[in-house]
């Protein structure tokens, strides 16, 4: 089974469910990669319909049809491999003025490869980005990018960095976005129709004639995806992307992001850094941990001690007091024992699990408000 049909049959379970904001967004992907004005104009007509029926069997009925449609044309489609985009080699930037320096920093960006970079403020995440995107010249290392290029504009055009703070922008969000799609390529009867798409996947719609000024951040944030998805780019940089949003959007951005690098006929390489830790964790395929400018990957760690296990680690809230639960914790294997002001990060060794600390709970009917087994996690870097 190709990736392709794997992600069909998962849109198919969508619609089991009738999860059909969800459904929604994977068919408006499907009908970008057909590249074909019949199927663009087809779906359009069909988010227009969408808007105006509620829920009922047959609006299920005209979902399984348009995606069936889909699958046909699709399913003898090459699917792309994930080809190797960028390798950095031993990277440093370091900087006189202040003497910090970033780095050596090794990684390889892949095709459909989410990467996280997590770290505290000033520890170089920014840096990174900007090297990465030839912002930055690297001071030592191998920065290498495996695509076709010829000169830092066309680069650029391959290769996105968005920052933090996004630059201001004139018209409306959907001029805008027609002139993005006529300056990379889209031919005129196909211009508007890809604009509209792009716009109703990423819950731009109602949006489609405000200007910058009227928009949130996150709506900002969106206006950036859709104009990286009509340059047809190889990889995403983003710089906090999940900044001043809330939970639930930070989700739906995280959930776009996977669906965008994970396309079967599209995928990208993304890099993003972020603060909020256990989100990027969920999404991204490998966490890098930046402090002071020095490179930590989880996955590293646990390679390079093969026989020796991970001692566990547990994050939890509980009512019960410092010297309560270190009394009790005591006795059974605790190594350590930190309270950093709202939650309580417990250490243990030899081989005790996740299993062995609920039970400890349940027997002490200690009350938790909070629990994460985050032994396997880029927190536990911050511990040190």
Known sequence: MSEFEKQYQTILDYLNFEDYPLVTKRIIDLTLDTEDVEFYTSTLNFLDYLDQNPPSEELKIRFKTILTQLYEKLKSKPVHTKELLVSCDEVVKSYDSNGFAL????????QGEIIGLVGENGNGKTTLLRTLCGELKNTSGNLVYHFPHTDL??????LVYIPQRTETWYGSMFENLQFTATHYGYKPQENELVVELVIARLGL???????WKDLSSGYK???????LLLRKSKILLIDEPLANLDILAQQTILEDFKAIAKSPFRPLGIVLSSQQLYEVEKTSDQVIFLKNGKQKNLHNETENTESKKLN???????????NELNTLFNNHKVTSLQFNGSAYIAEFSDDFTSFDF??????????LNYYRDITHSTRRFFLT
Not at 103 to 110: E, M, N, R
Not at 312 to 320: D, G, K, P, Q, Y
């Open 358 to 367: 609920l039970k400890i709970v349940h027997e002490n009917q200690v009350q």
């Open 205 to 211: 719609r109602k949006f489609r004639n405000h200007k």
């Open 103 to 110: 780095g050596p920093i090794s990684l390889k960006i892949h």
């Open 221 to 227: 944030m969106r206006f950036e995806l859709a104009r």
């Open 312 to 322: 566990f680690i547990v994050e939890f809230e509980s009512s019960w007091s410092q």
């Open 153 to 158: 504009y066309d680069l650029r055009t391959k």
